[in-house]
């Protein structure tokens, strides 16, 4: 793929591939600029790919504390509002994900993130958090989908913590 289509495409290749041909012609023997400080420029590009990808971490992480909150407390006032907000949260996520984000993202990380988020706000009014599984219940690809459905991944997350320990 050509590199305009590939920053069309996916920007967060585009951005790593391109750090990765800076730094090669940082080590290349080629007589460049004095002042062309590649080794920056190749970084900067980089943490531009980055961004994206800590965008669609940190929309995940809201997007799963808002559903660890409906499955809380799933007669609350506030459930209308969570299931909102877990949606749009999912749609922007998806929105931004690209392919080459797999590898890349953390899902444990995420998870930990939303549980403590999560635990935070609850137990600012007083409420506990159920007891939640150690590794992130849901599938990446799931929250990632364009039908990513915050109501039915709730609901799935309070089946599996009803659902007995498997042994």
Same mark, same amino acid.
């Given at each position: 793929?050509?590199?305009?289509?590939?920053? +069309?495409?996916? &920007?967060?290749? $585009? *951005?790593?591939?391109?750090?990765?041909? =800076? @730094?090669?012609? #940082?080590?290349?023997?080629?007589?460049?600029?004095?002042?062309?400080?590649?080794?920056?420029?190749?970084?900067?590009?980089?943490?531009?790919?980055?961004?994206?990808?800590?965008?669609?971490?940190?929309?995940?992480?809201?997007?799963?504390?808002?559903?660890?909150?409906?499955?809380?407390?799933?007669? +609350?006032q506030? &459930?209308?509002? $969570? *299931?909102?907000?877990?949606r749009?949260? =999912? @749609?922007?996520? #998806?929105?931004?994900?690209?392919?080459?984000?797999?590898r890349?993202?953390?899902?444990?990380?995420?998870?930990?993130?939303?549980?403590?988020?999560?635990?935070?706000?609850?137990?600012?009014?007083?409420?506990?958090?159920?007891?939640?599984?150690?590794?992130?219940?849901?599938?990446?690809?799931?929250?990632?989908?364009?039908?990513?459905?915050?109501?039915?991944?709730?609901?799935?997350?309070?089946?599996?913590?009803?659902?007995?320990?498997?042994?």
């Amino acid at each position: 793929m050509d590199q305009s289509a590939l920053y +069309d495409e996916d &920007v967060h290749a $585009w *951005a790593l591939h391109q750090a990765r041909v =800076l @730094r090669g012609l #940082a080590t290349a023997g080629l007589r460049l600029p004095n002042d062309l400080d590649l080794e920056h420029v190749a970084e900067e590009i980089e943490d531009l790919g980055n961004e994206q990808r800590f965008q669609v971490e940190s929309n995940l992480g809201q997007a799963l504390a808002h559903l660890i909150k409906i499955v809380a407390l799933p007669e +609350d006032q506030a &459930v209308r509002h $969570w *299931a909102r907000e877990a949606r749009a949260f =999912l @749609r922007t996520a #998806a929105r931004r994900y690209r392919p080459s984000m797999r590898r890349a993202v953390e899902p444990a990380k995420i998870w930990a993130w939303a549980c403590r988020d999560a635990a935070d706000d609850l137990g600012a009014d007083g409420h506990t958090v159920p007891a939640l599984p150690r590794e992130m219940p849901v599938a990446l690809e799931d929250l990632v989908s364009e039908e990513a459905d915050a109501r039915a991944l709730a609901a799935r997350l309070a089946d599996m913590l009803r659902a007995p320990p498997r042994t």
